[in-house]
């Protein structure tokens, strides 16, 4: 019984060898040339090792929860598309009142000016 998962074992395996592999190599062979440019905040809008209590922006969360919804609607849309002919008019209707949603939720985020940066 325990055989019949031998090969699941092998491939886990290689799988973790050939990934610490990798990262070896890389940490190993990669080049060290720190510079201001790359050590820039360049994400959140502040400096990485400050005050844990400082005050902080958060425009940027708000933009980052947008883009996650907005990431996630063609998260849907392609499995969608791909069995559109199985699900008929039901699930074609079904997707247009939910892009519907996103596109009101949308207009309204860009009314509020939650896309703009100042």
């Known amino acids: 019984m325990l055989?019949?998962?031998?090969?699941?074992?092998?491939?886990?395996?290689?799988?973790?060898?050939?990934?610490?592999?990798?990262?070896?190599l890389g940490f190993v062979l990669g080049p060290r040339r720190p510079d201001p440019e790359k050590l820039s905040p360049y994400e959140c809008g502040f400096e990485a090792f400050e005050d844990a209590r400082m005050k902080f922006d958060v425009r940027y969360?708000?933009?980052?929860?947008?883009?996650?919804?907005?990431?996630?609607?063609?998260a849907f849309l392609f499995p969608w598309a791909v069995v559109l002919d199985d699900i008929g008019m039901f699930g074609f209707w079904a997707m247009m009142i939910f892009?519907?949603?996103?596109?009101?939720?949308?207009v309204y985020a860009w009314k509020v000016g939650a896309l703009e940066w100042e």
Not at 66 to 74: H, T
């Open 3 to 24: 055989e019949n998962y031998l090969p699941v074992l092998v491939f886990i395996l290689i799988g973790l060898i050939a990934g610490a592999v990798m990262l070896i």
């Open 61 to 74: 969360y708000l933009l980052a929860i947008l883009f996650i919804v907005f990431d996630l609607e063609i």
């Open 99 to 106: 892009l519907f949603d996103l596109v009101v939720g949308f």
